[in-house]
Structures are given as structure tokens and as C-alpha cells.
């Protein structure tokens, strides 16, 4: 028993190195905007040479590197700089606001001022009090630092993709013309996590798509993971398949997912990170197409990055990225989007 109990630590350990998105809980409260719904709609110069002919190489090189490449607090600069509507008739909604990558995704959509931004969380209550102070979270054999969120200009809003029906999870979305998935199961009970993930990464989240469909929304932004597929491009057997997938068969169930909302006709992004760290960027972004990323990581803050441009860059419209950071190493697949 004690055996087991080591190895499903250490397991989990492994994993954060290749995990998907699993949202965490902080503390404490600060007074914030809330919706209170009823109990039907709650809870990423060229040098010359000779004459003046560049050096091709080095041409290719800057010039893939100005178009896909991002300094470590940037943007990505293959999306061109789309705006929202400056009369704050936008709105969006964050699905799992209060995870780790969905409270940045919600702060940098605040942060606009020109748009209404709903924050779909299970708890009003509680979501208030962890996006507003700072905590510190024990996740295996790692402690995070998880940054409080300015959230004046957020509207709180109840939403369960486990207990709401479709048409709960409408009416949170009602008005809202975009929307952003940032929900994840989060590990706990090794003989409830197949169970979990079913619900959360699978069957919760094909109703938020249908939800969406129902609503209006005319965008989707879906955080995924780098390897969701992996047994349809002969990754079955790659480590960070293993790993991430032994929490729950949760790749198997997010692929479902996926293809789901590739199939329902809303145009969609679907932003697949490596590992995610809590940290702030080292390396410069890279983005990939869909298919081609079995290890790498990223920090969480390019990743909610990529998630805003997502929603306004006609680039990313239907389009699965793949994303990592180069720390000095870059991944041996083309660097760069397949649009």
C-alpha cells in the first residue's frame, strides 16, 4: 500500500512536466463585481555582403524568426494587432476562470476596458476571494506562487460544466459572442479520475460547446494539451503521452472534446501548450502545427497570451497551435504556423 502510495506521488510529480490545464484554487476575498444568478444559470537589418545582396540564410532565418518568434513577454507577432469593439459591446466569457491559465486569460481580457468580460466559475463566493489575493499552492512535490487578479472589471458569473444542463450554461453565456475554455480536471482520488476527467475534459465540455452554439457565440477558444492526439500520429509510446494520459486516460477524453468542436461549426482555436510553468517566460514562443509537439514547456502567462490573440486574429480561425518555449533548444519540427 505505502509502494503505491510512492509511486502514484512520484507519478504525479512527472506529469506537471507534461500536464494539461488543471485549474487550482487560491484563498481569501476582496470586494469585486459578481453576477448572482438563480438556481436554473449559477455556478500563447540585414547585413550586406559584397555588392549589397543579403545573405539568403540569415534573411530566412530573422525573417522566420520576426514572424514567429516573440521576446518573453510579447505577444505572438505572427497575429497581427486585432482589436475589440472600443463600445464595450463585446463580450466574453471564461470557462474555468479561476484555474491557473484562466485567471491570466480573464486579467489581460479585463485589462482591454473596452469589452464585458464574465468569469464562469462553480463558486461566486469563492472564485471572488481566489482571484483576488495572492496564495500559495501545493501541486505533488511542487509549491506555486499564484498571483492575485484585478478583478474590478470582471463580472462573476455561476458555471458547472459538471452540474449545469446546456441550457444553465446558455444562459451564462447569454449576450456573449466569444468564449474561452480554460477548464480542466484536477487530480485527486486515484479511483475517481478516469471518472473526473470523463466529466470535466470530455462530457463537460461538449456541453459548453453546445451551450455556446445555443447562446449565439460566434468564437471558441479551447486550451487543450500538446499530445491530445498522439495516438493518431504513432506518439502512443512517447513519455509525455504515458504520463500525462495515466491521470485519467484525460488526453483520450480531451481529443473527444476536440473533435467536437471542430465538428459544430463555430469557428474555434484550439491552443495546445506543452508542460506549463507557473514561472514567468524564459525563451521566446513558438507555435507549431497541429500534430508535431510530443515534449516541450511553456509558461502559463504565453499561453493566455496566445489565447486573447486568438480571439480577434482571423489567423488563428480554425486552427489548432501547437505551443512550447525555446529555451535554446528548438523542437525538431518547422518553426512556424501551417495556415
Known sequence: MIKSSIFLSLLFSSALAFAPVFPTIGNVAKPLKMMHMSSSTEDHNQEEEGASLPDRRQLFDKTTAALFSVSAFGIVSSFPSVSFADDGSVKVVVAGATGQTGRRILERLASKGSISVIGGVRNVEKAAASLSESS??????MVQQVASVDTSAVTLAHLDVVKDTVDELAKTMEGAQSLVIATGFVPGNPLKMSAAAHEVDNVGTVKLVDAAKKAGVKKIVMVSSI?????????????????????????????????????????????????????????????????????????RDLVADVCVASLTDPKASN???????????PPKVFNGLNM
Not at 500559495?136 to 512535490?141: D, E, K, L, Y
Open 136 to 141: 500559495t499552492v501545493v501541486r505533488g512535490a
Open 227 to 299: 499530445l491530445t492526439n498522439a495516438r493518431n500520429w504513432g506518439q502512443e509510446n512517447s513519455p509525455g503521452f504515458k504520463v500525462t494520459n495515466a491521470f485519467g486516460n484525460v488526453l483520450d477524453e480531451k481529443i473527444v472534446a476536440e473533435n467536437y468542436l471542430r465538428a459544430s461549426g463555430i469557428d474555434y482555436t484550439i491552443v495546445r501548450p506543452g508542460g506549463l510553468k507557473a514561472k514567468p517566460p524564459t525563451g521566446a514562443l513558438k507555435i507549431s502545427a497541429e500534430d508535431t509537439l510530443n515534449s516541450g514547456e511553456i509558461s
Open 319 to 329: 486552427k489548432v497551435l501547437e505551443i512550447i518555449e525555446d529555451n535554446g533548444t
